[in-house]
């Protein structure tokens, strides 16, 4: 019908063909329709089989269930231009799609004749045509699609599909020929011809290792479940040899050289005639795109998430911190009355979370957020009293004085630590008398941060220093805009340090400088190692030269 039919009439459909052997079958399997029937008419050699409700008078109207089930498929009223192929078809086995396209073939398609040695099919739809392209690929054939002008239409604009490749002609022989009907002598003229012709290349195959697996369900899991819960849909998905997805949008961008693939019976990689094989680049793509439209859009929604997903990794938590307040975001410290167990939002700037501490971990961090819902903690030996757990532990406290949870009670974390550390021969000095304050320099509370954090927090010992004697080096911030292999200067301390030997007995120095805006892993080799191990072992502020890769 969709080759050689009408579905235009307002109750029944018409079929037309010449073949005695074509109408024959069409007949045998329309008749299987609910309250179907046809008449035939031969006029001068066409055959003209209309197909009616044989339960109601032609006068008084009607609809065979043929014509139902074509409606149901959407294919009433289609004319030439406007035909397709339904989505159902789509869903087919691989069998049932060859012998769709051998039927199809039986109308309009080309399969053999004097000077012209490659099928063909044509038609005055441009949808019915790539609709055919899609699903040639499902059993693995190539075509290729031409325009061409109809002289006998009025010069409208035709489409004909070609059968493209030798490979793709051998799978057409086998797959498809055995459903044609009507033109046996086409067929066997075909199968003659190439294999008398020596096969020759004539399209590039690149076709990768083909896995004998399929992520996902099994075909009899899902039979199971479509069967269970009496769904259509999915047990209709069990005989379905390729999963595909539909394309919804297509951009000319014009016309390229490439090369013609075709696709193994088991892989299951098209889309619509589209290779999809790298999709997990494109859902690469779709995450970057995501990730970048919430860091634009909901920038303290997106640091709070990705701060806590790289919580315990200090380098990822010191570089995402400084991108946030590069941003204007301030990343807050723990506060043991107002910190979540992660990382959270608070107003316009982000809390630091108890589990992202050194030492304290998601467990304790749940403890203390839990014990604090019956009401916030009122001073250090509040915290102490009501948290008795066995995972908060003196290593757990330790960590949240130096990390500061503790300041919006009493910013005295020297005394604080006095306090917890106790006497080993009486009970702890928090039962004692109360300790004299002691004075602590930034430097020490800058060391604190970092044994809690990983990384310098609410400063760098070495900012005004660095700021000071920095002249023309650049921030190690800033390396990410050198080209690599430009030479650089840097100016920083050195904060770890490691000598070894290679094979041949050279002398490797491998060392981390650090900044005020982060730091940077440095290698020096022969034959400079000499003149500057001995330098580079000493405390202090360096300036170093070298060539950034």
Request: include cysteine; charged fraction near 30%; glycine fraction near 8%.
């Amino acid at each position: 019908i969709i080759s050689e039919g009408n579905t235009c009439h307002p109750n029944g459909v018409y079929f037309y063909s010449k073949s005695e052997e074509q109408v024959r079958d069409f007949v045998q399997n329309v008749k299987r329709f609910e309250n179907t029937d046809v008449t035939i008419k031969n006029r001068r050699g066409l055959y003209e089989v209309y197909c009616r409700n044989k339960d109601v008078n032609k006068f008084r109207g009607g609809k065979s269930g043929f014509k139902k089930w074509l409606e149901e498929l959407n294919l009433n009223s289609k004319n030439s231009l406007n035909k397709f192929i339904p989505d159902i078809v789509f869903s087919l086995s691989n069998k049932k799609i060859a012998k769709f396209i051998g039927r199809l073939w039986s109308g309009d398609g080309f399969v053999f004749g004097k000077g012209n040695s490659v099928p063909f099919f044509s038609t005055s739809s441009r949808k019915l045509a790539y609709d055919l392209q899609d699903l040639l690929l499902f059993i693995g054939i190539v075509s290729k699609i031409s325009e061409k002008r109809f002289k006998y239409k009025d010069g409208r604009v035709g489409y004909t599909l070609h059968i493209h490749g030798r490979e793709s002609i051998n799978k057409f022989i086998e797959f498809v020929c055995p459903f044609i009907v009507g033109k046996d002598e086409e067929v066997k003229n075909l199968i003659e011809y190439y294999k008398s012709v020596p096969l020759n290349i004539e399209t590039k195959e690149f076709v990768g290792t083909i896995h004998s697996y399929k992520k996902g369900f099994r075909r009899e899991t899902l039979r199971k479940l479509g069967e269970f819960f009496g769904s259509h849909e999915i047990l209709r998905h069990t005989d379905n040899d390729i999963y595909w997805d539909r394309v919804e949008s297509i951009e000319y961008v014009g016309n390229e050289e490439t090369y013609d693939l075709e696709i193994e019976n088991f892989h299951n990689f098209i889309a619509n005639g589209i290779v999809v094989h790298n999709s997990h680049s494109t859902a690469y793509a779709t995450i970057s795109y995501q990730t970048a439209y919430l860091k634009a859009h909901y920038p303290k929604e997106f640091f709070t998430a990705l701060l806590t997903s790289v919580s315990g990794n200090e380098d990822k938590e010191e570089v995402y911190i400084k991108e946030a307040e590069s941003m204007g975001i301030k990343v807050l410290p723990p506060d043991i009355n107002k910190s979540g167990i992660y990382f959270k939002i608070e107003g316009d700037a982000i809390r630091f979370g108890f589990s992202a501490i050194k030492n304290v971990g998601e467990s304790a961090a749940r403890i203390i957020v839990d014990e604090r819902e019956k009401g916030k903690y009122r001073s250090f030996y509040d915290f102490l009293t009501r948290c008795k757990s066995g995972k908060i532990n003196k290593k757990v406290i330790e960590s949240l004085i130096k990390a500061g949870a503790f300041d919006s009670l009493n910013k005295d974390r020297a005394l604080l630590l006095e306090e917890l550390k106790g006497d080993e021969k009486k009970k702890p000095m928090l039962f004692s008398e109360p300790l004299k304050k002691r004075k602590v320099s930034k430097g020490k509370i800058l060391d604190w941060e970092k044994e809690a954090f990983g990384f310098y927090f609410s400063g760098h010992p070495l900012k005004n220093y660095i700021e000071k004697m920095r002249k023309n080096e650049i921030k190690i911030s800033n390396l990410s805009d050198v080209e690599s292999g430009s030479n650089v200067k840097l100016i920083g301390a050195i904060t770890s340090f490691r000598h070894y030997k290679t094979k041949r007995g050279d002398v490797v120095l491998k060392f981390i400088l650090e900044d005020e805006s982060g730091k940077i892993s440095i290698v020096a080799f022969n034959p400079v190692t000499s003149e500057v191990e001995n330098f580079l072992r000493k405390e202090g502020v360096i300036r170093i030269e070298g060539e950034y890769r």
